[in-house]
């Protein structure tokens, strides 16, 4: 008996081939016909009886979940026509092939397979797969992080100085208008953003789930340079908040100008402490990020309150209602920064970037997040539960933080940003402004009012009259950045671990690979002590040049710490555009191939499989256009917003934007062409253009998934 092969079919498959029996393909359709050749009965094992439980349960397999047999054999028919790949013990670390790890081969060559006496037809070997077997036990980390850490994690990472610092800024450049809009604007791109990130993320939430999305279905060299550029990002930004808080400090008339309180308190001590908190093992350090994240919102809430209630008449009452007349000009611009108001709005976007850095976290810490319980199957239920795999509800651990940050932060920063352009003037002296902007246009001030700080809440606070108001809004100030700080080095670190745990260091091996290998392994509390305490110290220097120049965001040394933490921010856009750009050729991959991938009933991809549509974890919505405009808007931010400076011309007082926001995307650039030539990698992307390769990919990933139980 024959059967007509689809065209996506392997050559080597088609011949006579001989067969012991194994169970059929976990996820093909349990009630499907078999052929005439596959109705033989499979040989059981000494001592069981044909009919037996045990018997049913090697042949009864449920869809999205893997079987325990090990044979390399399967039936062939026309519902399952393609070779099961064997189950297989995977690593927890993500690894594809790791010489870190140890390997086994489960068949052998074609020559090998050939020369098998047939037993029976209808049977296949697979084809030759090596499969890491068991991982290097200090290359592995502690799954412990359960919704509520993950969402507290991303909470502490977004709310932070983007808002309480950026807010003011934004108010100063471009007026009331421009706080809302650019504030909506970006939040809105950060939501689309996270929509494609999430609906990948709910399928593979994965050790180095970014940096792997991007190598597996753009470049795998692009994959690796985003790996990177998010290690950076979170690491420059650790020391910048370090030298953020020392400013703040700055705040109380005491502690201002004392180099000794700075340089062994703020830059020594502190982020000492730190490294100390994230040393701890996983769940206690879990905890104490939801303890950090409660109080963030409480005082974010505290905050609002406030702010309504000082616009109503708390404090100095005549300032009520003075709101109205600072909307009256809700348009006014800084003239000396841009030359009109949309020159304006654009600059302001790029600065409210920076506020919404840290929405994407939850896709770095799904490293360590907790795997549900197994439920054991029972034979006598079909519920819809029982037929999905118990390893893929992981994705309902990170769903809700995924989708549901981007919108509570948009929400949280416009509606604070509006109550502040309610509370103060665009023109008030106080204001932060541009570092390399020279201030020519007039402003107004309070006599006997002076706030040194670069907040606009604090200054708000200032101005209201009500007693040590501005003292409690800054020392919360304080805790947002040194909270911010410890998540940042939290996620530095596990984006470092997930770039080296597979790199093997041993002998013969360059240099290079040993030395990055080497921060690939955990400690006995299964943290990734190396690589922490080398993102900690890689910019732990720059705080302390502060001890020369001083604070101030206008000094050289100022704006070097500016331009670093603006780097930061424009890297993570890079990051958002790679991740919408591997989304859609994912989304593309799957429809081209969707014939396949329905015929070999390949779980957790089809997304238009109606018949069983809870398998697919998450669809996004509006896709592929969300995806298109997410990247279109990621493009439009870094080449067109954050260029929006140099549109009055180029000269030296420009170059700190210039560097600000160009020099990470040549960086970036530069190191993808030498991974390029280093590994001597074709230029070209990922070929998705044929079935077989992209239904391996499918499987391999989802191997990684499943090795993480």
């Not at 412990?144 to 100063?172: D, K």
Request: with cysteine; glycine share 6%; charged share 20%.
């Amino acid at each position: 008996m024959s059967h007509e092969l689809p065209d996506w079919y392997p050559d080597w498959a088609a011949r006579p081939v001989s067969a012991s029996a194994s169970p059929p393909r976990n996820d093909a359709p349990t009630d499907a016909p078999l052929s005439p050749q596959a109705r033989a009965p499979l040989p059981m094992p000494s001592g069981l009886a044909p009919g037996s439980a045990t018997e049913h349960t090697r042949t009864r397999s449920m869809s999205g979940s893997r079987s325990k047999e090990t044979n390399d054999l399967r039936p062939i028919t026309p519902q399952n026509p393609s070779p099961v790949r064997p189950p297989t013990d995977l690593p927890t670390d993500g690894g594809l092939l790791s010489p870190a790890s140890k390997t086994v081969t489960r068949s052998a060559s074609r020559t090998d397979r050939e020369s098998v006496e047939p037993e029976e037809e209808g049977f296949i070997f697979n084809e030759p797969r090596h499969i890491i077997v068991t991982p290097n036990q200090d290359r592995l980390v502690k799954r412990e992080l359960r919704g509520i850490h993950l969402f507290m994690i991303t909470i502490n990472a977004t709310l932070g100085t983007g808002l309480y610092w950026r807010g003011g800024q934004i108010l100063e450049l471009g007026g009331p208008l421009a706080v809302l809009l650019a504030f909506l604007i970006v939040g809105i791109l950060a939501w689309s953003v996270m929509q494609c990130i999430t609906e990948m993320l709910c399928i593979w939430p994965i050790p180095g789930a970014m940096s792997v999305y991007v190598s597996e279905f753009v470049d795998a060299e692009l994959g690796i340079a985003v790996g990177v550029a998010y290690w950076f990002t979170y690491s420059v930004s650790f020391a910048a908040l370090i030298a953020t808080t020392a400013a703040e400090f700055d705040f109380w008339p005491g502690v201002r100008g004392n180099k000794e309180l700075d340089g062994g308190i703020v830059y020594f001590l502190i982020p000492v402490c730190l490294i100390a908190i994230n040393a701890f093992g996983i769940k206690i350090y879990g905890w104490i990020e939801v303890f950090f994240g409660s109080v963030k919102i409480t005082m974010l809430l505290i905050i609002i309150v406030t702010l309504v209630a000082i616009n109503v008449g708390a404090g100095d009452d005549s300032r009520a209602h003075m709101g109205s007349e600072y909307w009256s000009r809700a348009t006014s611009y800084d003239a000396a920064a841009a030359k009109n108001w949309g020159t304006a709005l654009m600059m302001c976007l790029s600065i409210a970037t920076f506020a919404y850095v840290g929405v994407e976290i939850v896709a770095a810490s799904a490293l360590e997040a907790k795997w549900p319980k197994r439920r054991q199957a029972d034979d006598r239920i079909d519920s819809d539960i029982s037929r999905r795999s118990n390893d893929t509800l992981i994705g309902s651990s990170v769903k809700f933080s995924s989708i549901w940050i981007s919108m509570l932060a948009a929400v949280a920063y416009s509606l604070s940003g509006v109550l502040v352009s309610l509370d103060i003037p665009r023109d008030d002296c106080q204001l932060p402004r541009l570092s390399w902007v020279t201030v020519t246009t007039e402003c107004t001030q309070d006599e006997g009012i002076e706030a040194n700080t670069a907040s606009a809440f604090v200054i708000i606070a200032k101005q209201s009259l009500i007693p040590h108001l501005a003292d409690v809004f800054n020392a919360f100030l304080v805790f947002t950045a040194l909270t911010c700080a410890n998540t940042n080095l939290y996620v530095a670190s596990r984006t470092l671990f997930g770039l080296t745990s597979r790199l093997e260091g041993g002998k013969g091996q360059p240099w290079m690979i040993r030395i990055l290998a080497w921060f690939g392994r955990t400690n006995r509390r299964k943290v990734p002590m190396r690589a922490m305490v080398f993102s900690a110290v890689a910019f732990w220097w720059v705080p302390f040049l502060q001890l020369a120049d001083g604070t101030g965001s206008e000094t050289p040394i100022g704006m070097f710490i500016e331009i670093l933490a603006e780097m930061g921010s424009v890297g993570v856009l890079i990051v958002w555009a790679c991740q919408c750009l591997a989304f859609i050729r994912y989304y593309h991959c799957i429809y081209r191939h969707r014939a396949a991938i329905q015929a070999q009933k390949i779980s957790q991809v089809r997304r238009w499989d109606k018949d069983d549509w809870k398998d697919y974890p998450y669809r996004s919505h509006g896709q592929p256009f969300v995806a298109y405009l997410a990247l279109a808007g990621c493009l439009a931010v870094i080449i067109v917003a954050n260029g929006a400076a140099l549109w009055n011309g180029f000269d030296e007082t420009l170059i700190p934007p210039f560097l600000s926001s160009y020099l990470i995307v040549f960086v970036f650039t530069a190191m993808w062409v030498l991974l390029k030539l280093f590994r001597g990698a074709k230029w070209s992307l990922v070929d998705l253009s044929k079935s077989n390769l992209v239904i391996k990919k499918l499987k391999d990933l989802h191997d990684i998934r499943l090795g993480a139980t």
